[in-house]
């Protein structure tokens, strides 16, 4: 059993050198790698499920031996189960040798995409530094800032002009007051008839007193809404 693990490793090792030795698209590649380093950690991961049944009847025949009084039965089993455990042991290790594989793919893999990302860039930076023109870009700067400063002058003697024109009428306070003084004659009606409104505390207000009553509740929220108007 130990020589068929043994060949076992023996071509897994023979698959990650091929993989490797190939140089397709470099996405491409990267797919394979993972595809194959995938398939060789549930191949190890088999190999490992099936060494830890054997160690367990190899253990239970050498208590059944033992207790049968074999001692040269239960020695010979003993030394399988050394040699298995080594396989164990050996197996464990290709297996994390194989993900440290994958996690050192990966990483080359971002390495090298980023070195190809950072190229991009250099370029595109040599390109526009090439069509640059510092002058021409200083002077392209100083005009825009002396016709921004124009707009801004004129947009400011619009502004005084208009403001100049409204003020001269001087209609403004005129009309203030004169909408002051209508919503103070409003609100001086409107609080006499809450005044002579009745109140509801005596009892159940017939039909007619109850609408006044309701109107009355209507005003005073119209008052409410005057005043805050008038602030």
């Known amino acids: 059993m130990a020589d068929e693990f043994v060949t076992r ?21 990267m797919r394979q790698q993972k595809r194959q380093l995938n398939r060789t950690q549930r191949e190890l991961a088999r190999d490992q499920s099936a060494l830890e049944r054997q160690e367990k009847q190899l253990e239970a025949e050498i208590k059944k031996m033992a207790r049968l009084g074999n001692k040269q039965a239960a020695t010979t089993l003993a030394k399988q189960l050394v040699n298995l455990r080594k396989q164990k042991t050996k197996n464990m290790t290709v297996s994390s ?26 370029k595109a930076m040599g390109s526009v530094n090439a069509q640059m023109n510092p002058v021409q870009l200083q002077q392209t ?20 002009t208009l403001e100049s024109i409204l003020d001269e009428s001087g209609d403004e306070e005129e009309q203030d007051a004169i909408v002051n003084q209508v919503l103070d004659e409003i609100g001086i009606e409107i609080s ?25 509740t209507s005003d005073a929220d119209i008052e409410e809404m005057l005043a805050k108007l008038k602030a």
Not at 97 to 122: D, Y
Not at 141 to 160: A, I, Y
């Open 9 to 29: 490793n023996t071509e897994i090792y023979h698959h990650l050198s091929k993989m490797f030795r190939k140089k397709p698209d470099p996405k491409e590649q």
């Open 97 to 122: 040798r194989v993900m440290a594989i994958g996690h050192q793919s990966q990483a080359m893999h971002a390495s090298a995409k980023m070195a190809g990302a950072m190229s991009t860039a250099t």
């Open 141 to 160: 700067l100083q005009n825009f800032e002396m016709e921004s400063s124009k707009m801004d002058m004129k947009e400011e003697m619009m502004n005084d």
């Open 192 to 216: 006499g008839k809450m005044a002579e409104a009745p109140s509801a505390h005596g009892g159940k207000l017939p039909t007619g007193q109850r609408a006044a009553a309701s109107k009355g």
